[in-house]
């Protein structure tokens, strides 16, 4: 299959892209805080997470529209006649700044993708969890840690990829394929991992909302509500699949290694802003529709509750000094005796009501 030129490889799709993106997310967040303040909640994690992940992801856009004016993004590769027409030996100053633009995108994109997963998982937080030993907060706060520690890895992979040599990421494509680990694997990496943690943490709430006491309609609802993020898992897998075919073109010195670059930058933007804005979703749709989430965590904290009370209830063991005096108490007192006494008791209970008879 040869490489496809599509409409993403054209500088002014990466403009454009570069500056919707950026309002569509500035404005999804900007809204997301009124709506907080409308409906009188506290700006909590979730919220102000979402500021970095749109910085991250104007940092990509900034680079990206800059390599275009330099015409080090989006344009053909002018191989100099010196390179006989191998583009992977000459360094020239348009696949120097590319090579430069590159490096950014990779540093940044999982940061910006890192923060909006975290988003999610702090807003599940918000919702669902009660306490903070209970089962529900451990599964979130793990991810939250997995999330870091994931967004660490790739950044560091990033930023030392040459190791110390940093200049070879901004020589020949051939000083990089000599002095650095491989750009492709590393690609395809950061993008199978995401589509697979975005996987994970949309999946995360159907079966804590299924738990809650709501009518199925409203369960409907709300899981309805939460999988707006799919969003998200859609636009990682439409790159994930490009990133595959893409990959395979890496070092070829019969593909243009610009539009490479620029197609493979193209679609992480793009999936970093969607990320934004559907994060977002959620409590925008909320103010849209005029309802909020307390509901759904009143309904989680009486679901808390109500084990709770079970797990004390089931802990506790009465004793012979606490049988009641009275006859409802009395009966009241047997019917739960059932569950608690040993068989001792059970076999005394049985000789006295045979005497009875």
Known sequence: MAFAQGYWCTPQHVVAAAIGLFI???????????????????????????????????????????????????????????????????????????????????LLLPLALGCTKMSFLFFYRRVFVVERLGAT???????????????????????????????????????????????????????????????????????????????????????????????????SLLRLVLTANLVRFSFDPHVDAILLITALQYWGLVESGVAVSAACLPTLWVLIKGWSWDPVAKAAKDLANFSNSSLRHLRSKPSKRDIPISDSQNREYIRLAVYHTDEASKSRVKDDNSELR
Request: glycine content about 4%; charged content about 15%.
């Open 24 to 106: 569509m997310d500035i404005t999804f967040v900007a809204l997301r805080f009124i709506a907080r303040k409308k409906q009188h909640q506290p700006l909590k994690v979730d919220d102000w997470i979402t500021i970095p992940a749109t910085l991250f992801t104007l940092g990509i856009s900034i680079s990206m529209v800059y390599g275009v004016s330099r015409r080090a993004i989006g344009y053909p590769y002018e191989i100099p006649p010196e390179a006989h027409g191998n583009s992977l030996l000459v360094a020239t100053e348009q696949i120097s700044l590319a090579g430069q633009i590159q490096w950014a995108y990779y």
């Open 137 to 235: 907060n451990i599964l979130l706060v793990g991810m939250i840690l997995l999330i870091l520690l994931w967004m660490a890895g790739f950044f560091f992979t990033s930023l030392f990829q040459c190791k110390l040599e940093f200049w070879a990421l901004w020589k020949s494509p051939i000083a990089q394929l000599e002095h650095c680990i491989s750009q492709p694997k590393q690609a395809l990496a950061l993008t199978a991992t995401d589509f697979s943690t975005d996987i994970i943490i949309m999946i995360i709430p159907i079966p804590l909302i299924y738990r809650l006491n709501l009518t199925p309609t409203k369960k409907i609802a709300v899981t309805a509500v939460f999988l707006l993020g799919a969003i998200t898992v859609a636009v």
